[in-house]
């Protein structure tokens, strides 16, 4: 347990971007019609976006932060801080995407620019290490790329990753103000014993890419992958999924003595719906508190959070003040959950870019 808590810092405006081209779970070649049905009652995901070869993720964050400066009127001479928060960087090793998105948007060269490399928890980790930066006043407004592409490192054959996940990128603006109501608390949290659960495994330092990597292997009946792609331990992902996160967010109400019940929404990792409602019935929240994204976006990793926020409550985002719980967890293994309070923020509808 890590428990933070950042004054002085307010969330302005959330926008999501995903590619336009969709993939539709029930045309998967490795279900029959039953299975496909079965598929999407259990995770709840009936179709989600996919990137075409020559797109990346930053930009779909690009695409996102554009729209932000133009609603917010912001200037992008007032960013003191860029931050990309994803595993799906432009380039391996280095350079930092940050610090290509830094001249790509535009901004001044005086700007903090840096990566972080968190996958389905990264929209928590991201806030919470943004918000303690500025908490102090030196770094006045900032920009938070969170996102994720997942079909760049996994196999289309492999039933268990692909049918699930989708392509999205998030833009968020920040701002330090003195005078803001609430503070932002945090709880957050890893576990490495379990780095295997969900791995690219063939494609680091310590596993280097060979011309065996490429070769592409069948593990079982609509299983099939090379060993640069990603791989998922169903069972031990399955467990952990629905044992840490509720124990999180329950650990991050009693620390800061709030009532759970009394919020208006839990805005939970999109792992899949059986998941996410066990935690929501283990929590005790009715169901219009928790909305979910993932039927026509999938599993879009870190950037599950800004989607349902953009896709299923942007009108209630931008009219008023709504207090929220955000809870990620995934890969390394690590989770994180929120505390924050919104409001009137600007909150566009999701971009679909070609």
Request: with cysteine; net charge negative.
């Amino acid at each position: 347990m890590a428990f933070l808590e950042v004054k002085n810092v307010e969330i302005k405006g959330v926008a999501t971007a995903v590619p336009r081209q969709v993939k539709v779970a029930k045309e998967m070649p490795y279900f029959t019609p039953i299975e496909a049905d079965n598929f999407s009652n259990v995770t709840g995901v009936v179709s989600s976006h996919v990137a075409p070869a020559e797109m990346t993720l930053s930009d779909l964050c690009q695409a996102a932060a554009e729209r932000l400066f133009e609603e917010s009127g912001w200037e992008r001479e007032s960013i003191d801080l860029i931050m990309f928060v994803s595993t799906s960087r432009d380039f391996y090793i280095c350079p930092n995407t940050a610090n290509i998105l830094q001249d790509k948007l535009g901004l001044k060269t005086s700007v903090v620019a840096l990566d972080l490399p968190f996958a389905c928890s990264g929209y928590v980790y991201g806030l919470s290490v943004a918000s303690l930066m500025m908490q102090s006043g030196q770094l006045k407004r900032a920009l938070l790329l969170v996102g994720e592409m997942t079909s760049k490192n996994q196999s289309h054959l492999d039933k268990t990753v692909w049918s699930l996940h989708g392509d999205a990128g998030s833009a968020t603006l920040l701002e330090y103000n003195p005078e803001a109501k609430h503070p932002m608390q945090f709880n957050l949290g890893s576990d490495g014993a379990g780095w295997e659960a969900i791995i690219c495994r063939e494609v680091g330092v310590r596993c280097p890419t060979t011309e065996e990597s490429l070769k592409y292997k069948k593990y079982e009946e609509g299983v099939e992958r090379n060993g640069m792609q990603c791989s998922m331990d169903g069972m031990s992902v399955f467990s952990f999924a629905i044992t840490r996160p509720g124990k999180c967010i329950k650990e991050l109400c009693e620390h800061f003595a709030f009532d759970l019940t009394k919020i208006n929404y839990l805005l939970i990792h999109q792992a899949n719906k059986m998941i996410d409602e066990k935690i929501r019935r283990k929590l005790k929240l009715e169901a219009e508190q928790v909305p979910y994204s993932m039927t026509y976006y999938g599993n879009t990793s870190s950037c599950t959070i800004p989607v349902t926020m953009t896709s299923q409550i942007r009108e209630k985002l931008a009219a008023g003040e709504n207090e929220l719980v955000m809870c990620g967890f995934g890969s390394g293994l690590s989770w994180g959950s929120a505390h924050v309070f919104t409001e009137n923020i600007i909150c566009p509808e999701i971009i679909e870019l070609d």
